[in-house]
């Protein structure tokens, strides 16, 4: 039965002390009585003191050795685990302590095994999962590591590419479709994670009638495993049929135009030639079937306006001021405004810089905001029109803020859709901010919306300051 720790370095430790007693003696007698003693026992004297003090150190030595021999062991032992080799076991020891110390760790060894081989189940099972996700959904998957290389593509992409899974995998974008733009907005949205949520980009794939369009969402995976992930969705037979409903829409409103204004040319006729009493109810119906007409004409034409926006169609080429498309328009509201009882406030910064923008669209996006905020501002509020440049962003920022009613906030991300009409007050057919989108979004800019229930309302836009006129093949490019 191996004894315990303390018990084996006290016996060495005695052991040694007596020893080196000894021997330090045997060297004193031999010292006190030289001489006397006789050649032969003093030279006999000396070696067993010798041998003393030897056997002493030897004795802590092999002390030392079987005190230190399980400790090494372990050593070794926690460095094999550490390279991965969970399989190595520590023996037993000559003393107490030893034993335990190396039960425990061959118990921890046996535990760490066991953790690491469910580990590796997990993992692969994790990942055979998140084969059959990707494998199954809808959308192309293609994830490229950081150098831009293809590292995972799911079926669906391979198909909507064209291309075979092992023929991309370790290429770039530019390598598999054959073009020379995409590469650089992957190394882009890469170098960008920490501040950018991503970009998209849409391509045509194939020769007509067979191609494909395909919208790519490129999306950074994050700062720490640089590397970006590429949703790729099919929206072919969606812009088909956004262009077929354009084109419909469009003739269909350029046919009721025509007959539209001849009937309101025929009640203006009428009511010239009719002369009825101002109060009578024939008036009345008079005045309701030309306000109708009028509502249904602007309607119209509106609708007529956002299928040229969609189309791509619109004046190119000429440029427009906002500080005084801004300053144009609040005189145009200032006597309806007064009307009402609201105050036109104007809060803009100096004279923003020319901008490639159509000065008749630049006017249509004012005049529906201020039309929208008046028509939801009641008497002794406030509409502000507030324009300034962002130099920071780069970018020119107009807002028009009212002290209205504001709109619910289950409500704001319907605003913009067509149709669509919030609050107590109706304009004329729900397309006003519509179009402020179309017209906005097609310079590449945005539109914002804040609002607060029975506070007020801001919508913001925010155009960069080197805003052109849209050209098809900077946003589409077939490959």
């Not at 490129?218 to 812009?239: H, K």
């Not at 920022?397 to 009409?421: A, T």
Request: one cysteine or more; proline letters at 4%.
């Amino acid at each position: 039965m191996p004894m315990r720790l303390k018990h084996a370095m006290l016996l060495s430790h005695g052991l040694f002390l007596a020893l080196a007693a000894g021997g330090i003696i045997a060297g004193i007698v031999v010292i006190n009585h030289y001489g006397h003693l006789g050649p032969h026992w003093e030279l006999l004297l000396w070696i067993v003191g010798g041998l003393l003090i030897f056997a002493g150190l030897l004795s802590v030595i092999a002390v030392a050795s079987t005190i230190a021999q399980p400790l090494e062991r372990i050593a070794g032992a926690t460095r094999s685990i550490a390279a991965g080799r969970f399989d190595v076991r520590v023996g037993r020891a000559r003393y107490r302590e030893g034993n335990t110390l190396g039960a425990s760790f061959n118990e921890m060894a046996e535990a760490l095994a066991g953790f690491h081989a469910m580990d590796v189940a997990r993992i692969v099972s994790e990942q055979r999962r998140n084969e059959t996700v990707l494998n199954s959904i809808d959308d192309g998957l293609v994830i490229l590591d950081e150098r831009a290389r293809i590292e995972r593509i799911n079926p669906i992409a391979t198909r909507q590419f064209g291309v075979r899974a092992d023929a991309a995998l370790g290429r770039t974008l530019d390598e598999v479709l054959q073009r020379d733009d995409l590469d650089a907005r992957v190394r882009a949205v890469m170098q960008n994670a920490s501040s950018s949520g991503g970009s998209t980009r849409e391509l045509v794939i194939g020769e007509p009638p067979l191609d494909r369009e395909l919208l790519c969402s490129f999306v950074p995976l994050s700062e720490n495993q640089p590397g970006v992930v590429v949703v790729v969705r099919d929206v072919t037979a969606e812009r088909r049929f956004a262009r077929e409903r354009n084109e419909f829409v469009l003739r269909a409103s350029h046919e009721l135009r025509t007959p539209l204004t001849g009937l309101r040319m025929a009640l203006d006729l009428l009511a010239e030639r009719a002369q009825f009493a101002p109060a009578s109810r024939e008036s009345e119906l008079m005045e309701t079937l030309r306000e109708e007409t009028v509502r249904l004409t602007g309607l119209l034409q509106s609708l007529l306006d956002l299928s040229r926006l969609r189309r791509g169609g619109g004046a190119q080429g000429s440029t427009c001021s906002l500080t005084q498309a801004a300053r144009a328009a609040l005189r145009r509201f200032s006597a309806r405004a007064q009307r009402q009882g609201v105050e036109l406030r104007e809060r803009i910064e100096g004279d923003a810089p020319q901008l490639q923008l159509d000065e008749n669209e630049c006017a249509r996006v004012l005049d529906n905001l201020l039309d929208n905020a008046l028509r939801h501002t009641p008497p002794g509020g406030y509409v502000e029109v507030a324009l300034q440049v962002d130099h920071p962003n780069d970018e020119l920022r107009l807002c028009v803020c009212d002290s209205g009613e504001g709109i619910p906030p289950h409500q704001l991300q319907r605003i913009f859709d067509p149709f669509v009409q919030v609050g107590e007050k109706h304009g004329a057919a729900g397309l006003g901010l519509t179009l402020c989108r179309e017209i906005v979004e097609r310079h590449g800019g945005r539109i914002e919306v804040r609002s607060v229930p029975n506070e007020g309302t801001s919508f913001c836009i925010h155009l960069p300051l080197r805003v052109g006129f849209p050209q098809e093949s900077e946003d589409t490019q077939a490959v």
